[in-house]
Nanobody, 123 residues
Framework: QLQLVESGGTLVQSGGSLRLSCTAS????????IGWFRQAPGKEREGVSC????????KYADSVKGRFTISRENAKNTVYLQMNSLKPEDTADYYC????????????????WGQGTQVTVGS
């Protein structure tokens, strides 16, 4: 059964750092592109970052460029989102998602979502 589980969310002070993890089961992670999304209270879900199946193509939302880094460790079936210089506006539930297509960069077609992990950045 295809499953994604996010972890690492917590309360952190402004300027701090967190590393979120997205651990996959039920499929071979390195076959698929993975995306990170977030949804703040009262707002729509937005894309944060994505990484291609091979790990060579990385994309970031303008709001997080230079502060967030996406990476993958296929041996651990895990994709990470390193978040530095956190701001109160980064407060949101963070979700990872798997692409539907094998061996591609992120296509935007989502096969599955994780349950989310909450990040709160105090001012």
């Amino acid at each position: 059964q295809l499953q994604l589980v996010e972890s690492g969310g917590t309360l952190v002070q402004s300027g701090g750092s967190l590393r979120l993890s997205c651990t996959a089961s039920g499929f071979t992670l390195d076959d698929f592109a993975i995306g990170w999304f977030r949804q703040a209270p009262g707002k729509e879900r937005e894309g944060v970052s994505c990484i291609s199946s091979g790990g060579s193509i990385l994309k970031y939302a303008d709001s997080v460029k230079g502060r967030f880094t996406i990476s993958r460790e296929n041996a651990k079936n895990t994709v990470y989102l390193q978040m530095n210089s956190l701001k109160p506006e980064d407060t949101a539930d963070y979700y990872c998602a798997r692409d539907t297509l094998r061996q591609t960069s992120w296509s935007g077609n989502i096969a599955a979502w994780g349950q989310g992990t909450q990040v709160t950045v105090g001012s």
